[in-house]
């Protein structure tokens, strides 16, 4: 029932969104340095590493520059078109085709790099690991503002990423695990689509009420 859904949901996602992906093509194409789609890969379902597809937000190349592959606040190799992209989410629109072909679910644990999936502690991981994927999921919402609270830590971005974020986010996700159903996806479905129009909006606090929670992120606030 949850693979039909994703290709019938990913499916009529990807014919409504194609006028507007065809403008931020050509914006991509003339703003930036020529490209328009990015694969990174990632660690998806069982260890099995993949391409995940996003619109082109950054310099080429540019794990290679900086922090790796964690992005941070004002992250310099971030395009002008690629922060609007970012900010709205857009970026990630491409992976509904993922979802399509079956590498991504609509709702999921977000498929990690190898250097941030390894972060996670291993217990953890070992259970996790066989959950499919997802373009959103309870850890898209509660991890939303992660760069602004890794910039706003002042600490080494790798450091406070594996000794705050990466056990955190294992939690959360192993909380989805156990809790799945239809029911709990379409709630993250919607809202995930109220965070991202309302900003800051606090009904995680009322739709899960009993997630793992953490001094930093405060979901329950």
């Known amino acids: 029932m949850k693979r039909l859904f994703d290709i019938v949901a990913s499916g009529l996602a990807i014919l409504a969104f194609l006028p507007v992906g065809i403008v931020l093509a050509l914006l991509l194409r003339f703003t930036g340095e020529g490209e328009v789609f990015y694969r990174q890969n990632r660690v998806g379902r069982n260890g099995k590493t993949f391409g995940v597809l996003k619109f082109a937000t950054m310099l080429k190349d540019s794990p290679k520059m900086g922090t790796g592959t964690i992005t941070t606040k004002d992250d310099p190799r971030v395009l002008p078109m690629g922060r609007f992209l970012r ?38 991981l070992n259970e996790i690991q066989d959950v499919q994927p997802g373009l959103t999921g309870i850890g898209s919402i509660v991890f939303r503002d992660e760069e602004n609270i890794i910039h706003e830590s002042g600490e080494d ?6 000794r705050e974020i990466a056990p955190f986010k294992g939690e959360v996700e192993l909380w989805y695990k156990r809790n799945k159903s239809f029911l709990m996806d379409i709630k993250i479905i919607f809202v995930t689509a109220l965070v991202v129009l309302f900003s800051g909006h606090r009904a995680i606090n009322r739709w899960f009420p009993d997630l793992p929670a953490h001094p930093i992120f405060n979901p329950h606030d």
């Open 87 to 124: 900010k709205t989410k857009l970026n990630e629109v491409p992976q509904l085709w993922n979802i399509f072909v079956g590498d991504m679910s609509v709702v999921g644990p977000r498929p990690l790099t190898k250097e941030t999936r390894d972060y996670i502690p291993v217990e953890i």
């Open 157 to 162: 971005y790798h450091t406070f990423y594996k």
